[in-house]
């Protein structure tokens, strides 16, 4: 059992340290590589870093747009998802095992195989390069939160819906009225989940975005790095504050929801 | 409920075929489509023109295909993902099941624990980089502390260890995902069969080995699955850890190959080679991993 003990936190550390090491290097007015640089020291702390990469790429810019990007996606998942889902669950109707099919498959196609199709469609043929929409379209509806919806609302008892059809109620006002405030909690999960893949998503919008007033915070940061990053003072600071801003949104929401994170969802994913 | 008819060639609730039909939508415009546009591409002599131009885009068969795999730079590349997954995919498994294990079993600091290995999974890539360029440098901390051990060339521009330096940033980023699923598997491994290993005998260690690893399978399975997947669609870290893939190549990963020849050289049909050939050749891994891990299900 100690052994056990021991070798967690000997991992926890090294899990960590690398954000710790963020925080601090991000406060350093003279990067210190040193084994003692890894403390703080009073004389060298300074909140310059977050000035300075301020000045480079317009932190409340990008922040906005990487919000715009994941409110897109989520708001996105929420409507259409939910409907989905709950038509998935509860609704008979022709071709839902299609779609449920279809929805497993699609699981299973690697993002990467359509990055070059989507960036030609969506870039040379709708002309969506530089836009919110082009940003949005590919993660519009998060299938995995659709499965996630669906695996709810399966959940709950049918007599409950037998009930509210025989009152004359439409679906539309049964899954409004009765089936979401039901599965509240559940829709908060799928929004936490939802929320870390377009906030942290690189690679697309680094593609279709070339206008800076444009590109999320994840974007941008790397543009510094690889580029304007040689010309600064202290780069690594500069950079490292950037980095703790473009982390500390989704590591808040991870740290105050850690619980919904981690329970049901996750486990009926691998018993599935 | 409504029959008869109607019923019966609709459904009971033909409004859930309005529901369904944004996303069924979605699913056809930005998945389907693409995937078959991507093949036709990979066959066709396909370039970047105006919107609305009209151009002849002949069909070239697999000249695309011959174009990629005569390329020493996209071969480099494949080799590089395999020795990519070679280091991160083991060393993934074990890992995630031992931390997965020891945390199941720890009762102090459990939410501690959780949280400290799941973050480094829920934060950008993009923000971890700047770290772990800062850490691995050549003066930079991990060098400072090896003192005389430190690597020459250093880590993220010796050709040697540049790729096995990704993979493993790339198996401490990822981890906290993999324990989550093993902590899920390990709560259906029956409490029974650890109380009969013990009363046969058996040690912690062999309890492990032979109550604990076949009991979770299913799960690790799922685990080399993702694993590869992920490992196959890298393009972030060595794009911002190795500039670029450096050094000379050395840790150029097959989508950033794609992104190069397809985007920023304007070969898209090239790029769409790449990719189908990224996941025929994910597939074929998938499936021998299958028959070497899954073995005993069948």
Redesign the interface.
Known sequence: ?KL??V??LV??F???F??Y??LI?SLQAE?D???S??FPKAGNLTFHNYAEINKSIHLGRSLINSGIFTGGVILGTLV??V??G???AR??????GV?FN??LL?QV?????????????IV??Y?LADSYLGMI??F??N?TA?FVFRQYFLQLPAELFDAARIDGA???SILWRVAVPLVRPALLTAVLLTF?GP??E??WPF?ITKQQDLQPL??S??NY??TVSARAANP?GA??A???V??AP??TL??VF?RR??STN??S???G | MRRGLIGR?????????A??T???I??AA??A???G??VY?SFHD?F??A?GAVVERPFVGFANYVTVLSDPAVRRAFGNVLIFLVINVPLTVVLSL??A???N??I??R??????????Y??????????????F?S???VN??LGPLAPDPSWLVNSGLAMPTVAIYVT?KQ??FFI??Y???L??VSKDLYEAASMDGAGRWQSFLNVTVPGVR??TT?VVLVAT?TG??L??EP??LT?GGGPDGASASP?LI??QR??EQGH?DV??AI??L??IG?LLLALVERRFVGREES
Do not use: D
């Open positions: 059992m056990k003990f070798a967690l991992g926890a090294v899990f960590l690398p954000f090491y963020m290097g990067p590589p040193s084994v640089g890894a259409f998802g409907l989905a709950y038509a998935l609704l008979q109707f022709r071709g839902r779609v279809l929805m699609i196609v690697p993002f990467q195989l359509l990055t070059i199709p989507l960036y030609v469609l040379r043929s002309g379209l590919p519009l509806i299938s659709v439409s679906e539309l870390i906030w942290n690189f690679l593609l994840a974007v940061l790397s790095l690889t690594f950079v490292l950037g980095a703790c473009l982390a989704a590591v991870f740290i850690q994170f981690i996750l486990s994913g691998v018993k | 060639i609709l459904g009971a609730h033909p409004v859930g075929t529901f369904v944004p996303y069924v979605f699913l930005v998945f489509y693409p995937l546009f991507a591409m396909y970047f023109a919107p031992g931390l294990n020891a945390l079993a720890a102090r600091w939410t501690f624990f959780r949280v400290s290995y799941y973050v480094p829920v934060t950008a890539s993009v923000a971890v980089v700047g770290v772990w360029l800062f850490l440098n003066n930079g901390l400072s502390v401490w981890l906290g989550l699923l902590l899920a598997a709560q259906n299913p799960a799922l997947v196959a669609n393009f972030t794009y911002l500039g989508v794609m992104y397809g985007i898209p790029g769409a990719g189908v990224l996941v994910v």
